[in-house]
Nanobody, 125 residues
Framework: QVQLVESGGGLVHSGGSLTLSCAAS????????MAWFRQAPGKEPEFVAA????????FYADSREGRFSISRNGAKNTVYLQMSGLKPDDTGVFYC??????????????????WGQGTQVTVSS
C-alpha cells in the first residue's frame, strides 16, 4: 500500500506560479511512475504530467508543456510539479498518482493504482 499526500495548492492570480509536492510513503518509491492529474468540477481527471521511475523521462499534456515541470527526489520520496504562467483554465483539484505504468499508457488515469487526496489550485483572472 502506498500513501500519497499532496501539498502546495492555493489561490494565485493569472500568470502566477505554484509548486505542488507529493510525498509517498513507500520504500519502493523509485520503482513507481509518478504522475499529476487535474480534475475540474464535473469533469473526468485530466492528465497533466508524469515522470518515469528513473526520472530520465518526463511526459506532459500538450497544453502544459513549457509551463509545467515535473521532477522527483528519490531521497525524499517526493515528486514535484512546478507550475508557471498559470491560467484560469488550470483551476481544479490536482491529484498525485503512482503506478507501475508503461510509457505507452502513461497518460491513462486508469493505469495508476495509488492516488492522493488532492490539492486545490485556483487561478483567478
Amino acid at each position: 500500500q502506498v500513501q500519497l499526500v499532496e501539498s502546495g495548492g492555493g489561490l494565485v492570480h493569472s500568470g502566477g506560479s505554484l509548486t505542488l509536492s507529493c510525498a509517498a510513503s513507500t520504500r519502493t518509491f523509485n520503482t513507481y511512475v509518478m504522475a499529476w492529474f487535474r480534475q475540474a468540477p464535473g469533469k473526468e481527471p485530466e492528465f497533466v504530467a508524469a515522470i518515469d521511475w528513473s526520472g530520465d523521462s518526463t511526459f506532459y499534456a500538450d497544453s502544459r508543456e513549457g509551463r509545467f515541470s515535473i521532477s522527483r527526489n528519490g531521497a525524499k520520496n517526493t515528486v514535484y510539479l512546478q507550475m508557471s504562467g498559470l491560467k484560469p483554465d488550470d483551476t481544479g483539484v490536482f491529484y498525485c498518482a503512482a503506478g507501475h505504468v508503461q510509457h505507452s499508457s502513461i497518460r491513462n488515469d486508469g493505469e495508476y493504482l495509488y492516488w492522493g487526496q488532492g490539492t486545490q489550485v485556483t487561478v483567478s483572472s
